[in-house]
């Protein structure tokens, strides 16, 4: 059986791999914004 | 229904306004069939990686994840995360067709100049059923949950988000599409988090965990045969629609040069932890006492119970994004499919690149219509077909790797694996089950591919890619 443990990295890993990734998508468009290479 | 008709239709408006409205602005630049097909081949790394995310998010994500965790539990979770690989093992194969086809358009150029005419016609039948179902699915799932969350009646909530797809991406092409794919990741994103940490506050993941644990033990469980069988066939059925679809080609040849692998790549470590955070709400419906009446509106019933009011409204505003993300990409890359594997190679060779861009955007303006026709009446089975297309999804997938990087892969292998392996995966549907097929269909097809090309001595030429497009 999957321990309470597991779940907990689980779902909170995944919340917080979200979160970043919304912040990374962002920071690039805002590189790509700066260099001119947005499309 | 979650939320006041009144609420949802002027959300609906809102946002009908600002994807128009923003395809419009976007869509001025597009002169040429290249420009509107595929953004004048010079996306950058941030909206190239954003659309890949927006378009493999659909509603069946953000509303199916949370049913695949409520009857396959963890594992179901995780099963549904697998279709992140399909990005991800796509990214260095979308380097090499951008290195290997320049001036490339659609997958089904690559059929055409690769395995010759048959094969392309096997593989057009093949794909135009699979993105039209799914084109349907997506249609039809955006009345279904318009009605369900806000009480807009199906016909109506179905015609608004398809017409407003279409108008965009008629309008503004690729360019349009990728635009609004980047603002509508982000809202799907940020509105996951959001709502996951606010479901949080009120259950914590051991209160989930003890519930689980009595009520529901198998969920929790790690050898659950079923689920583990989801997986495999989850993982091949994502392979398969993102080797072979003309969605995804469309944004290697896209993507500026050396930044196809990069995005692919982003876009599967982004998309890969989506169906866990949107469905590990349904677990915690029992440990909140949530009585679900059907398991396909757990998700939006857990969220509204919890958040009320807030919650029903980001459900809804997802749920349009991870639709619209998803109808105007497969609008796109399907018209654009017709206009250069039919239209253009077919019919009119020597048609001028202003003439090709207002043929896709009829093309975009006819599908939207026929796809209205076909979903007025409302068939409930369409998922089952998709699931349908699962065998002939993952008998193209061997075909497309090896006659990527192999040499020796040949029309006699792409022929024989998509007819065989689709057709043997078809008998194992009907004979099996769904959660079969894929797998089934795909391993023939790799038998006959990978037989007839170590059998082969010939060698293909890959300049003869660059040649005749």
């Known amino acids: 059986m999957f321990s309470s443990g597991f779940l907990t990295v689980l779902v909170y890993g995944a919340l917080v791999w979200c979160a970043i990734s919304s912040v990374a998508l962002l920071a690039m468009l805002v590189r790509d914004l700066l260099q001119g290479r947005t499309w | ?469």
């Open chain 2, 1 to 469: 229904m979650l939320l006041q008709p009144t609420t949802g239709w002027i959300l609906l408006a809102i946002f009908s306004v600002l994807w128009v409205g923003l395809g419009f602005y976007w869509g001025r630049r597009n002169k040429s069939f290249e420009d509107h097909a595929l953004a004048g081949r010079n996306i950058g790394l941030a909206l190239g990686s954003a659309t890949a995310v927006a378009t493999w998010i659909t509603s069946n994500t953000t509303m199916l994840a949370p049913q695949f965790a409520l009857e396959l539990g963890i594992w179901g979770m995780l099963a549904y995360s697998m279709a992140a690989f399909g990005l991800l093992l796509f990214a260095p194969m979308a380097g090499r067709i951008r290195t290997l086809m320049p001036n490339g358009y659609t997958s089904g150029d690559f059929f055409r100049l690769r395995y010759g005419r048959f094969a392309w016609g096997i593989f057009l039948a093949f794909t135009l059923f699979y993105s039209l179902t799914w084109l349907v699915s997506m249609a039809m799932a955006g009345g279904i949950l318009l009605n369900a969350l806000a009480g807009i009646p199906y016909v109506w909530g179905m015609s608004v988000i398809l017409g407003v797809c279409v108008l965009y991406t008629m309008r503004g092409g690729l360019v349009a599409v990728i635009g609004t794919d980047f603002i509508q990741s982000l809202i799907i994103l940020i509105g996951i988090v959001i709502v996951g940490f606010a479901v949080l506050q009120n259950v914590s993941v051991e209160e989930i965990h003890t519930n689980l644990a009595e009520s529901k033990p198998m969920l929790l469980t790690v050898l659950f045969p079923a689920a583990l069988m989801a997986i495999f066939n989850n993982l091949l059925f994502g392979l398969g629609e993102v080797f072979h679809n003309n969605v995804w080609w469309s944004r290697a040849f896209a993507f500026r040069e050396g930044v196809a692998g990069k995005a692919f790549t982003i876009a599967g470590l982004v998309w890969l932890p989506i169906p866990i955070a949107a469905g590990f709400i349904a677990l915690a419906s029992g440990a909140l006492g949530v009585g679900i009446p059907s398991s396909d509106m757990v998700g939006p019933l857990v969220i509204a119970n919890v958040l009320g009011q807030v919650g029903a409204i980001a459900v809804f505003i997802i749920v349009f994004c991870s639709l619209a993300s998803s109808i105007d990409s497969l609008l796109a890359a399907t018209s654009d499919l017709i206009t250069e594997d039919v239209y253009r190679r077919l019919l009119h060779p020597l048609a001028r690149p202003e003439t090709l861009k207002r043929v896709a955007q009829w093309i975009t303006l006819l599908l939207g219509l026929g796809t209205w026709a076909v979903c007025v009446p409302r068939i409930g089975t369409l998922a089952s077909v998709l699931f349908f297309a699962g065998p002939l999804v993952g008998s193209m997938i061997w075909p497309i790797v090896t006659g990527l990087y192999w040499r020796r892969a040949n029309s006699t292998g792409a022929i024989g694996g998509m007819l065989l392996g689709g057709g043997i995966g078809l008998i194992a549907y009907f004979q099996i089950g769904w959660y079969v097929a894929s797998t089934i269909g795909t391993a023939v097809s790799m038998v006959w591919v990978l037989a007839c090309a170590w059998l082969s001595k010939t060698q293909f030429d890959w300049a003869r890619l660059r040649e005749g497009i």
